[in-house]
């Protein structure tokens, strides 16, 4: 149980495109979940917090319009990295709430910007 | 801000030995903590966690201590084995704004030496 995907794996794009990741938790209903960004040899830097039905919580220095965030149902969660560029490349990683503190992580998107 | 620090950035240990990954926190307000293992190109992976109100843990080969007194969270890994090797991240659980959040620390990586 507390399975957490990710969609895509991984994905390349041109500089100034935009590509949307996905977040499913596929086995429970999450009204919460976090989007994190990791450079490579470094921890985990929060993004944001998805809430389900209404808008997302960022951290300071995210940029709300770059780094735009759907949480439609209790399953999915979309982040979608606007005008991608070099310097967003970078693993992001998705979880899920499943308990009043339990956070289960997705797989993660390796996100590379040519 | 307050953050969550570790010790040492990488640990060898022989096969078969026990490991110990240290934490340091610094928010004294944090009530729930949590240890992940993560593996290259993966999400992280939990492994246990401890809430402030005890001071140990035990799951499968691994115990979890808490000393609030001086902020210190420690992993320990029994009979280390060649597939423990990763990066191990301690995480605080905090309440900011009202809403809770996980916040990294910076990693420690485990080397099992055959």
């Known amino acids: 149980g507390a399975v957490v995907s990710q969609h895509p794996s991984w994905v390349i794009c041109k500089s100034g495109t935009s590509v949307k990741i996905e977040c499913r938790s596929l086995d429970f209903q999450a009204t919460t979940m976090f989007w994190y960004r990791q450079f490579p040899k470094q921890s985990l830097m929060l993004m944001a917090t998805?809430?389900?039905?209404?808008?997302?919580?960022?951290e300071q220095g995210v940029e709300k319009d770059k780094f735009l965030i759907n949480h439609a149902s209790l399953t999915l969660s979309t982040l979608t990295v606007t005008s991608a560029h070099p310097e967003d490349s970078s693993f992001y990683i998705c979880?899920?709430?499943?308990?009043?503190?339990?956070?289960?992580f997705g797989p993660g998107t390796r996100l590379t910007v040519l | 801000g307050e953050s969550v620090g570790l010790h040492l950035p990488t640990l060898s240990v022989q096969e078969g030995d026990n490991s110990i990954i240290n934490c340091a926190y610094s928010?004294?307000?944090?009530?729930?903590f949590i240890w992940y293992k993560q593996e290259s190109g993966k999400g992280p992976q939990f492994i246990i966690d401890i809430r402030s109100n005890m001071d140990k843990r035990q799951g499968q080969r691994v115990t979890v201590l808490l000393n609030k007194t001086v902020k210190h969270l420690s992993l320990q890994i029994a009979a280390t084995q060649p597939g423990d090797s990763a990066v191990y991240f301690c995480?605080?659980?905090?309440?900011?704004?009202?809403?809770?959040?996980?916040?990294f620390g910076t990693g420690t990586k485990l080397q099992v030496i055959p």
């Open positions: 979880s899920a709430k499943l308990a009043a503190d339990t956070q289960y």
């Open positions: 995480a605080e659980n905090v309440n900011s704004g009202g809403y809770q959040k996980v916040t």
């Open positions: 998805s809430n389900e039905g209404s808008k997302a919580t960022y």
């Open positions: 928010n004294s307000a944090s009530d729930y």
